[in-house]
């Protein structure tokens, strides 16, 4: 199949689209793989090469470097490869074993690049919709998700906390929730049950510097636990409406009988007429 920057898709009813490389200049070709209120599929099948670009400003100590030196190559070459690997370059390896999301942050999107944030959306540690939100402009909702906390789980959890703070770091100056932040403990007590080890470790382990020493630990007492399901916020019943009066409007409260016992007709028998 020829490039995606050399082939017109002319048709509008075009569903699926695979991208073998990422456009540079041609991306208002490709966005006519799709015609007006019709559902697509895009793919795109990324190179290694795609996560080795380093999108972060580079470190001064790196601009010192000789550019021609050999020394100087192989730690291009090195960066390079660890980059890869921290951006996902490995991800959706069989059996899962690199799925591990081990940078969780968002590369600085260039609006004006011209790949229009592929890039960034292949490296990106954090998700991946936000990523096209703000390209396209979208209004990202600031609302996010929430469960009902179980207190018990969470109660086990804080238990641990200073029983491993009183044990391994007794008279420290810090406090046990340095052990395991609170943010934390209400994490895991909200998103259910836990089926091993390694989904621990996807959930918590990139961000919790004490994975290493305590994880093996915490996944223990997480398979002991009775976690309830999730459980979602109820949303809260909004309240009635209550229409502004202005000159010739008749306030719906007001037609409420005061007597629990009075139908609204008995209510409106004695009262008086609004002006009109």
């Known amino acids: 199949m020829p490039k995606c920057g050399k082939?017109?898709?002319?048709?509008?009813?075009?569903?699926?689209?695979?991208?073998i490389t990422i456009p540079r200049g041609t991306v208002p070709v490709w966005h006519k793989a799709r015609g007006k209120?019709?559902?697509?599929?895009?793919i795109l099948l990324a190179e290694r090469s795609a996560y080795k670009e380093d999108l972060t400003a580079r470190a001064k100590s790196d601009e010192k470097e000789t550019r021609g030196s050999a020394k100087c190559k192989e730690k291009r070459e090195r960066r390079g490869k660890l980059h890869a690997q921290s951006r996902g370059c490995l991800r959706g390896a069989y059996g899962g074993l690199h799925d591990a999301i081990?940078?969780?942050d968002e590369p600085e999107l260039d609006l004006n690049a011209k790949?229009?944030?592929?890039?960034?959306?292949l490296q990106t540690g954090m998700c991946c919709r936000q990523i096209l939100m703000k390209v396209y402009g979208n209004d990202i909702p600031t609302?996010?998700?929430?469960?009902?906390?179980?207190?018990i789980v969470r109660k086990h959890l804080q238990e641990w906390q200073k029983k491993v703070y009183k044990r391994d770091f007794a008279g420290a100056m810090f406090a046990s929730p340095a052990i395991l932040r609170d943010e934390t403990v209400d994490l895991l007590a909200l998103v259910g049950p836990i089926q091993s080890t390694e989904e621990l470790k996807k959930l918590?382990?990139?961000?919790?510097?004490?994975?290493?020493?305590?994880?093996?630990?915490?996944?223990?007492?997480?398979?002991?636990l009775d976690i309830p399901a999730f459980k979602p916020l109820l949303r809260k019943p909004q309240g009635e409406k209550i229409k502004k009066a202005v000159e010739g409007d008749i306030i719906m409260n007001d037609l409420l009988p005061l007597d629990p016992d009075e139908s609204v007709a008995q209510s409106l028998s004695h009262r008086k007429s609004p002006k009109f």
Request: charge should be positive; charged fraction near 20%.
């Open 143 to 151: 609302t996010v998700k929430k469960g009902v906390i179980s207190e």
């Open 7 to 19: 082939y017109r898709m002319e048709k509008q009813s075009l569903k699926k689209a695979i991208l």
């Open 102 to 104: 081990l940078v969780q």
């Open 204 to 224: 918590v382990g990139m961000q919790w510097q004490w994975w290493p020493k305590y994880g093996g630990e915490l996944a223990e007492l997480s398979s002991s």
């Open 37 to 42: 209120g019709q559902v697509g599929l895009a």
């Open 115 to 121: 790949d229009e944030g592929l890039h960034v959306f």
